[in-house]
């Protein structure tokens, strides 16, 4: 099992950026996928980028492409999230995970952090 905790998020203007991460420890770290979700009030949590343990096979929802960055660094075990030119639709919980598949649903993402709020102002 992995302990993940999420950290940096807070308030932002429309445009601004932001820099989550993600300090994981327990075993196995580096064998794991990494992920980001989200959620809003009364919605399913979304995914939003993962990567791969090798820090390689990126993938992101469609809508944060271009705009949202994310890194690992196994050596420091710890994830990034670089948000870019926020919108206030990106406004949510962010929460970190890890599973042992390439996947976006977060029915296959074992380990979870306590979520960071991210607010967009507009």
């Known amino acids: 099992q992995v302990q993940l905790v999420e950290s940096g998020g807070g308030l932002v203007q429309a445009g601004g950026s932001l820099t989550l991460s993600c300090a994981a420890s327990g075993r196995a770290y580096s064998t ?12 399913e949590r979304e995914f939003v980028a993962r990567i791969h343990w090798s820090g390689g096979f990126t993938y992101y929802r469609d809508s944060v492409k271009g705009r949202f960055t994310i890194s690992r660094d196994n050596a420091k075990t710890t994830m990034q999230l670089q948000m870019n030119s926020l919108k206030p639709e990106d406004t949510a919980v962010y929460y970190c995970a890890a599973g042992s598949v390439r996947s976006t649903n977060s029915k296959d993402y074992r380990d979870w952090g306590q979520g960071t709020q991210v607010t967009v102002s507009s």
């Open 32 to 43: 794991y996928v990494m992920g980001w979700f989200r959620q809003v009030p009364g919605k």
